[in-house]
């Protein structure tokens, strides 16, 4: 099993509308979790976090959390073609010497037509 | 206030050579986490340095190795390079070794022939 698993798209949707981007995780040790957008060639940009259980909203950008169904999502609203991107889940994980790390997903790929 | 600058951008190695990656951190910040990214894959962990040791490490072969200076910019080398170590190399600076905020640089994307 992965540590962290995403759709990898692409997730086709139009101008507009909620894009729904899940992931799921296997460490119940992971404590904060982190949403990545990453355009073609460029590198990862922090986009949200959220560290509590429910609902985050910043923007256009809702972050979702649930521990106990170790499931976290990020919601897109009015999606925009310059939303078109990868979207990389990254837990902070428990490493085996007890130390924390990202842990990232293989990411979605999300395509907003015009 | 400079991000996180990385060097060199791209370049083409042979299968057997050895390469060598530059990091300079965002300013202020003290920490420099090295990720490796396949085509269509996430960023995988590396290793972590901070107070110019190694902290922390990823599942990497000894060919890969580091070090930061005093200055708190990183280098990262790989020896004996293979058709699998092509890759977009990341460099993310935090302050804190534990800090969970990261920020990227723009990579360095290595082709192995």
């Known amino acids: 099993q992965k540590e962290v698993e995403q759709n990898s798209g692409p997730l086709s949707v139009p101008e507009g509308a909620i894009a729904s981007l899940n992931c799921t995780y296997s460490?119940?040790?992971?404590?904060?979790f982190f949403w990545y957008r990453q355009y073609s060639g460029k590198s990862p940009e922090l986009i949200m976090s959220?560290?509590?259980?429910g609902d985050k909203e910043d923007g256009r950008f809702t972050a979702q959390l649930n521990k106990a169904s170790q499931y976290v999502s990020l919601l897109i609203r009015d999606s925009q073609p310059s939303d078109s991107a990868t979207y990389l889940c990254?837990?902070?994980?428990?490493?085996?010497?007890?130390?924390?790390?990202?842990?990232f997903g293989s990411g979605t790929r999300l395509l907003v037509r015009p | 206030d400079a991000g996180v600058t990385q060097s060199p951008t791209h370049l083409i190695k042979t299968r057997g050579q050895q390469v060598t990656l530059r990091c300079s951190p965002k300013s202020g910040h003290d920490t420099v986490s090295w990720y490796q990214q396949a085509l269509g894959q996430g960023p995988q962990f590396i290793f972590q340095y901070y107070e110019e040791e190694e902290r922390q490490r990823g599942n990497f072969p000894d060919r890969f190795s580091g070090h930061q200076f005093p200055n708190y910019s990183s280098e990262l080398n790989v020896n004996a390079l293979l058709l699998g170590d092509s890759a977009l190399y990341l460099c993310?600076?935090?302050?804190?070794?534990?800090?969970?905020?990261?920020?990227f640089g723009a990579g360095s994307r290595l082709t192995v022939l």
């Open positions: 993310a600076s935090s302050l804190g070794s534990g800090a969970n905020v990261l920020t």
């Open positions: 959220i560290y509590s259980n």
């Open positions: 460490d119940r040790g992971s404590q904060s």
């Open positions: 990254a837990p902070w994980g428990l490493l085996m010497d007890s130390s924390y790390k990202l842990i």
